[in-house]
């Protein structure tokens, strides 16, 4: 496994410069340029314009032809520089340092804990299809699936923030207490984890069901096996390729951030800094986040494929 792993990071290296070269003419064709938004309003004369716009394309790389653009992005992402921020006027890795931390301290939680629920109103609802049980977790999982999650955080913000008063509507903890972020984490965490629970524990009991209407399913409670080993050792298992997928975009989710939610609820993630990044047309951020979540999303490919051999030894790596 290890020789197909090195492998496959091999063949990632051509996949990643042609996707950074369509993002790079992406990023380029997008309208306006943030050096006009940096220009100072009370410039009258044409040759302090251009002096000054000069100054500023030289200083955020923003000068040159296209191709010599993209030479020299590479050349400095090679050497671990990202470029400076036409927003923040710092780094774009001192920027993004804090709102990655939030993002991981945000989904973290919610990736573990909407996994166990998963699996377990998954597996219980196939082995009880039909019943209550099954028909209210099927509500709710359609309900999860088909509600923006905005409209679910806008209802969670009315009742238990304005209209209750028990939680902050959104924003950043004011300290760095246990007790201040969990008040300013639970309207959030409960958005994500909806949608993450309605999606991820239908994917389990749609498995679930497939594999206990399989011949071996039936020859094992034929033989006599206790039930709960028929259900965990032999037809979960056989459940577990398609929750792979679901499980493995988790993972990845975790560093990729939640647009919506974090826009939503005023909380500094990596989501939220890549929509304002969009607005203030903060190139090289936009460059950066991209990038970022291309590899993530390669990356996530092959933690599938990983996955993919250690539930099912059917699977062979090559």
Same mark, same amino acid.
């Given at each position: 496994? &290890? ?7 091999? %063949? ?7 996707? =950074? ?25 044409? =040759? ?24 020299? #992005? ?17 780094? +774009? ?37 039909? =019943?209550?049980?099954?028909?209210? #977790?099927?509500?709710? !999982?359609? @309900?999860?699936? !088909? ?13 238990? @923030?304005?209209?209750?008063? #028990? ?13 201040? #972020?969990?008040? %300013?984490? +639970?309207?959030? !965490? ?10 991820? !524990? ?7 069901i497939d594999a206990l209407s399989q011949d071996y399913v ?15 050792? %032999? ?10 997928t679901v499980v493995a975009w988790n993972i990845v989710g975790?560093?990729?951030?939640? @647009? ?39 990356l996530g490919n092959l933690l599938m494929d990983i996955g993919?051999? &250690? ?8």
């Amino acid at each position: 496994m &290890l020789r197909y792993i090195i492998k496959r990071l091999i %063949h990632l290296i051509p996949v990643l410069i042609v996707i =950074s070269m369509v993002l790079f003419a992406f990023n380029e064709a997008m309208p306006g340029n943030p050096v006009d938004l940096l220009m100072p309003k009370n410039l009258t004369s044409e =040759s302090q314009k251009a002096e000054l716009r000069a100054v500023l394309e030289e200083r955020y790389n923003l000068n040159g032809s296209l191709p010599e653009r993209y030479i020299g #992005w590479i050349g400095r992402v090679l050497k671990g520089e990202l470029g400076e921020s036409t927003k923040y006027q710092r780094p +774009v890795k001192d920027v993004l340092g804090t709102p990655l931390r939030n993002t991981f301290i945000l989904n973290l939680p919610i990736t573990i804990i909407s996994l166990f629920l998963s699996i377990v109103v998954g597996i219980k609802s196939a082995v009880r299809q039909g =019943s209550f049980y099954d028909k209210f #977790w099927q509500v709710f !999982s359609l @309900a999860g699936i !088909s509600l923006p999650t905005f409209f679910s955080g806008m209802i969670l913000i009315f009742v238990f @923030a304005l209209n209750l008063g #028990w939680l902050p509507p959104g924003n950043m903890p004011v300290n760095n207490t246990v007790g201040e #972020w969990a008040k %300013h984490l +639970v309207l959030p !965490s409960i958005t994500l984890l909806i949608g993450s629970l309605a999606t991820t !524990s239908r994917y389990v009991r749609n498995s679930m069901i497939d594999a206990l209407s399989q011949d071996y399913v039936r020859t094992a409670r034929a033989k006599g096996l206790n039930e709960r080993k028929v259900i965990y050792s %032999h037809a979960f298992r056989n459940a577990l390729i398609p929750v792979v997928t679901v499980v493995a975009w988790n993972i990845v989710g975790m560093f990729s951030g939640a @647009a919506v939610t974090e826009t939503l609820f005023a909380y500094q993630g990596i989501g939220k800094y890549f929509i304002d990044s969009i607005i203030s047309q903060d190139y090289n951020v936009i460059m950066a986040l991209n990038m970022m979540y291309a590899i993530l999303n390669v990356l996530g490919n092959l933690l599938m494929d990983i996955g993919y051999s &250690l539930a099912d030894p059917r699977v062979r790596l090559e």
